[in-house]
């Protein structure tokens, strides 16, 4: 079955971008207390930054870093500099996969946050149908979709499988609609 598209490239692009201005890193980003605790608990400077990346990116936009993923300069300056890192220690992170995924493993517990199931699919398809029906515009159901992940603690999937959700909703909406 060929991929469902609901988004255009650059709208894609703005969902997948990471925040870089300065008050919106500050706004999502800035780590506290018992956060640096945790982070310092990583041996190596790298691992102390990949592990304050993770955290950051589960919290915001609320999804996992992908392997071989190289967040933006500035979005990983303003975490270096809270970590006391210097920004080129995150070439090294995860030279190990291992590692990443450890760590992604201990911040899912430690977060109280779920990855994203099947079931997640299913009842995050039928909470979207009425909210579809309300506004079918497509980049309006992607934010919401992804705002109701974050706000259920659940790590978000790949885009696509958002927009997959989104175009399932929609088809549903105009099948009752039509039965209606």
């Not at 980003?29 to 691992?47: G, Y």
């Not at 090294?92 to 977060?111: K, S």
């Not at 159901?141 to 959700?165: D, K, S």
Request: net charge positive; proline share 6%.
């Amino acid at each position: 079955m060929p991929r469902r598209t609901v988004l255009s490239v650059s709208q894609r692009s703005s969902f997948e971008a990471l925040p870089v201005e300065p008050a919106e890193l500050a706004r999502h980003h800035a780590l506290s207390d018992e956060d640096m605790a945790v982070v310092r608990k990583r041996r190596q400077p790298r691992n102390r930054l990949g592990f304050a990346v993770q955290l950051c990116l589960m919290r915001y936009p609320g999804r996992i870093l992908r392997a071989g993923e190289k967040p933006p300069m500035e979005f990983l300056a303003f975490i270096a500099d809270q970590v006391g890192c210097a920004v080129d220690d995150f070439a090294n992170y995860a030279a190990r996969d291992q590692t990443r995924r450890e760590h992604v493993a201990l911040l899912i517990t430690q977060l109280g946050l779920q990855t994203f199931t099947r079931e997640h699919f299913r009842s995050t398809l039928r909470w979207l149908v009425p909210i579809a029906t309300e506004n079918p515009k497509s980049v309006f159901l992607v934010g919401a979709v992804l705002n109701e992940l974050r706000q259920q603690g659940v790590l978000h999937p790949p885009l696509a499988v958002v927009e997959r959700i989104v175009y399932s909703a929609t088809i549903w909406m105009g099948m009752a609609r039509q039965s209606g």
